[in-house]
């Protein structure tokens, strides 16, 4: 079945950094478009940013742009996510999903998600 497993997430101060990954199985994963999404205590979900099937491409919500970079291994079957001059903000549980490009669909109807992986920015 597909499986989506998030990791790499902690506790950072403000202006760190911290690298995300999600181990993909169950499905063809150079074939397929993958997001990041997050969802913030109290928040809704928010799309933070897709990527291409063959990584040549790449989006990012305004909130992350210039900050974050998507990319991903396919001969690893991984998505990662490089975060960089985190802000309190930027709080809350990273999930990836399998996405279609380019992306714009709602997130909550993504097929398949991971469980997530917590990222907290606090001094």
């Known amino acids: 079945e597909v499986q989506l497993v998030e990791s790499g997430g902690g506790l950072v101060q403000p202006g760190g950094s911290l690298r995300l990954s999600c181990a993909a199985s169950?499905?063809?994963?150079?074939?397929?478009?993958m997001s990041w999404v997050r969802q913030a205590p109290g928040k809704g979900l928010e799309w933070v940013s897709a990527?291409?099937?063959?990584?040549?491409?790449?989006s990012y919500a305004d909130s992350v742009k210039g900050r974050f970079t998507i990319s991903r291994d396919n001969a690893k079957n991984t998505l990662y996510l490089q975060m960089n001059s985190l802000k309190p903000e930027d709080t809350a549980v990273y999930l990836c999903?399998?996405?279609?490009?380019?992306?714009?669909?709602?997130?909550?109807?993504?097929?398949?998600w991971g469980q997530g992986t917590q990222v907290t920015v606090s001094s």
């Open positions: 990527i291409d099937s063959g990584g040549g491409s790449t």
């Open positions: 999903a399998k996405d279609s490009w380019p992306p714009g669909g709602d997130p909550i109807d993504y097929d398949y």
């Open positions: 169950g499905f063809t994963f150079s074939s397929y478009a």
